[in-house]
């Protein structure tokens, strides 16, 4: 099939580059300049596991191709794929701008039957307003609109595009779920799902997803804070509640908060969209406040180790600084709260992060800027601190030798935010190890 991708954000990148190399023929749109002679000179500009292989292969074999110009790749298209960013409005609804001036230009460019496909996450309703944009100016016959939310993991984004475990398609013309059946039936071999409904409760299905992994992980985010005041582990919780198949092994972990992209502005928006319907989300409202006193509970563990909130003289290693490992993504990262609240009371830093250095840099505040200093070795960052504190999991700091953190920090204190050591490990190497949910080791 002819597929126009329009946006090469991250998610447009991940699609058009997956639909090429299951041998559609993808042409990627977008108004940046910079960006499309930077894709076309084989650059990727995200760091995802697994996506520059394929990508290559796309552009070395012909099948992935990239343009600034809608008009001729939209005229080519069986198929056009919004990919377009919806960021969070001021209200905390989504900013559709981007999504309704792509709508509006693409009515005038049909020639023949078109699918026009929402993968953006956008408010109920969204599909109806682009419908309408497009008419304005082509036939109603030319072509459908679909919703197609996507389900990808940022760090698994490949494999999940590749082998996802269901595909959501929301449309009412059969004909366009004929088409978008057709499109998919390569990914799901294994015998995964592809559902097919109204477009309505397609929008929803993504947010209701989104906030319901959010609230999962909030719910035990909210059991190890009791597990600290009763002395239970949640680690033991998590076993013992997660072999239950009706709740899942999975998305039991708790830690320092959710962060990213698109869980936050997720739950903000659905929460919203309920209460311009005259319903209140009452459960959202906890999940936000709940994760946002979780992203530095950390700090408040810190006060309490040391008696005092002032951290002058003191210096910090921090190991992750993305919102989780595998991305250098640093959107809502507890890593950029905790620095902040460090900061504040007088703490210096030293970063270290084996993707995220730049992102971090960028986003964090002056104030942060002045008191932390970067490294490139995880090692660097334990030199001379009082204490050490993880922020994201990455695999790397899994299995740290103890003599390291012995050797080279003044006192080998730890502060894990994702429950990365055993405790007995911990215990019999000496080191206060103060983490999520388990008992501390002192
Ligand atoms: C999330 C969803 O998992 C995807 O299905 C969805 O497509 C995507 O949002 C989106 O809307 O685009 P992502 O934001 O990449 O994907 O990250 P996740 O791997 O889901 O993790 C989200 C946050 O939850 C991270 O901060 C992570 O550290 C935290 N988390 C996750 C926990 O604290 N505990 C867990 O057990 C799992």
């Not at 012909?62 to 080519?76: I, N, P, S, Y």
């Not at 039991?252 to 739950?267: E, H, R, T």
């Amino acid at each position: 099939m002819k597929i126009a991708v329009i946006g090469t954000g991250y998610v447009g990148l991940v699609s058009g580059t997956c639909f090429a190399d299951s041998g559609n023929y993808v042409t990627c749109v977008d108004i940046d300049e910079q960006k499309v002679e930077q894709l076309r000179d084989g650059e990727v500009p995200i760091y995802e596991p697994g996506l520059e292989a394929i990508f290559s292969r796309g552009i070395r074999e012909g099948r992935l191709t990239f343009t600034t110009k809608m008009k001729k790749a939209v005229k080519e298209a069986d198929i056009v794929f919004l990919c377009l960013p919806t960021p969070p409005g001021g209200d905390g609804q989504a900013d559709l701008s981007a999504v309704m001036k792509v709508a509006g230009q693409l009515g005038s460019l049909l020639e023949d039957y078109t699918v026009i496909v929402n993968k953006s996450t956008v408010p109920v309703g969204t599909g109806d307003r682009v419908h309408e944009a497009v008419a304005d100016n082509a036939d109603e016959q030319l072509f459908d609109v679909v919703s197609n939310p996507e389900f990808l993991r940022e760090g698994a984004a490949v494999d999940d595009f590749m082998y996802p475990e269901r595909v959501v398609i929301g449309t009412e013309s059969e004909r366009a779920a004929e088409i978008m059946t057709t499109l998919y039936e390569p990914f799901v071999r294994s015998g995964n799902p592809i559902i097919v409904m109204d477009r309505r409760s397609s929008e929803l299905t993504k947010y209701a997803a989104n906030a319901m992994l959010a609230t999962k992980i909030t719910f035990m985010n909210e059991i190890a804070n009791i597990c600290e005041r009763v002395g239970a582990n949640v680690d033991n919780v998590r076993r013992g509640v997660g072999t239950d198949s009706r709740i899942g092994k999975r998305f039991l972990f708790a830690g320092i908060g959710y962060g990213g992209s698109c869980f936050p502005k997720d739950v903000q928006a659905i929460h919203y969209t309920a209460g311009q319907n005259g319903y209140d989300f009452k459960i959202l409202d906890s999940v936000m406040k709940v994760n946002e006193a979780q992203k530095v509970s950390i700090v408040d563990k810190m006060e309490k180790y040391y008696g005092t909130d002032d951290f002058e003289g003191k210096t910090f290693g921090m190991w992750g600084l993305s919102f989780k490992p595998e991305t250098d993504d640093i959107r809502e990262a507890p890593a950029l709260y905790i620095a902040e609240e460090l900061v504040k009371r007088g703490a210096k830093l030293i970063g270290y992060d084996p993707e995220a250095i730049g992102t971090f840099r960028q986003a964090t505040s002056q104030a942060v800027l002045d008191k932390m200093e970067f490294v490139h070795d995880q090692q660097d960052a334990l030199e001379d601190i009082d204490a050490l504190i993880i922020c994201t999991e990455w695999n790397e700091f899994r299995r740290p030798t103890v003599d390291r953190f012995q050797d080279h920090m003044k006192q080998p204190v730890i502060f894990d935010g994702r429950n990365l050591y055993d405790l007995d490990r911990a215990r019999k190497a000496g080191i206060t190890y103060i983490s999520v949910g388990r008992p501390a080791v002192n």
